[in-house]
């Protein structure tokens, strides 16, 4: 499944590309408007600013999520998807944001004060702060998708997200480097692509993918859920994106 997870990503990115590079000038513009813009007029705030943008950006990636699975689903996207999901899920990509601010100022003020102590008492506090952290951000990166494509109350989410987490493992922690790498390389093309945009249409699929184990699971009570039949749940998914080509990519009007 991720070998498939990967192309999947990778096609509706392609055939979505300005679309992503539309939502990446809009979290580029919120970057800018709380930012850059602040600190080159000398709007006093400080740090306040920083925050503001981070949890717009936030927001911003949690509403890009939601208007994606159009993307997703292989439709088109359109001004009226994320109009929509900006109204549905800019509340909820708030209190996402603060959660992982939130954690952010933990970490940061109480790792360094727990190694500055010293001690094995210290380190252990310091060491147990760090793997707890990066057990919330690994479950955490699910919730833009699970708003996404399972809406419901935000405690049912978060508990989804945990869910998946302690149920794929292995593959949370690929998405989770998965997504990095595509922030890494995004700075080649000044984060127009693939973006935040890129990384949340990857969650989404990554999300979509998984779901169609589940149905299969509740379909089929009873059965290993070590032997999920990759083979046959992707099928359809397979005719849909289709052979592709170099040529075809960059000349479809030529096949």
Known sequence: MTGFFIKKAFFDGWDHLWGLVALNLGSLALLSAFVLVPSALGIPGGWLWAVLGFLALAAY?????????????????????????????????????????????????????????????????????????????????????????????????????????????????????????GLVLSVFSAFLAPGIAGAALGTVDALRLLLKKYDWLEAHPGTDRRRIPWEDLLEEERELIGKRTLKGMIFPWKE
């Open 61 to 181: 990636h949690l509403v890009c999520s939601a208007a994606l699975r159009e993307a997703a689903e292989y439709r088109n996207l359109s001004v009226r998807a994320f109009r929509d999901a900006l109204r549905e899920h800019g509340a909820a990509g708030l209190a996402f944001g603060a959660v992982l601010a939130l954690l952010g100022v933990l970490f940061l003020t109480a790792v360094p004060f727990y190694l500055s102590r010293g001690g094995i008492l210290a380190w252990f506090a310091a060491g147990t702060l760090f793997w707890c952290s990066l057990i919330l951000l690994l479950a955490l990166q699910w919730f833009p998708a699970v708003r996404a494509l399972l809406p419901g109350p935000l405690r049912s989410s978060v508990r989804k997200c945990f869910l998946l987490l302690a149920d794929n493992l292995g593959f949370s922690v690929f998405l989770f480097l998965y997504t990095l790498a």
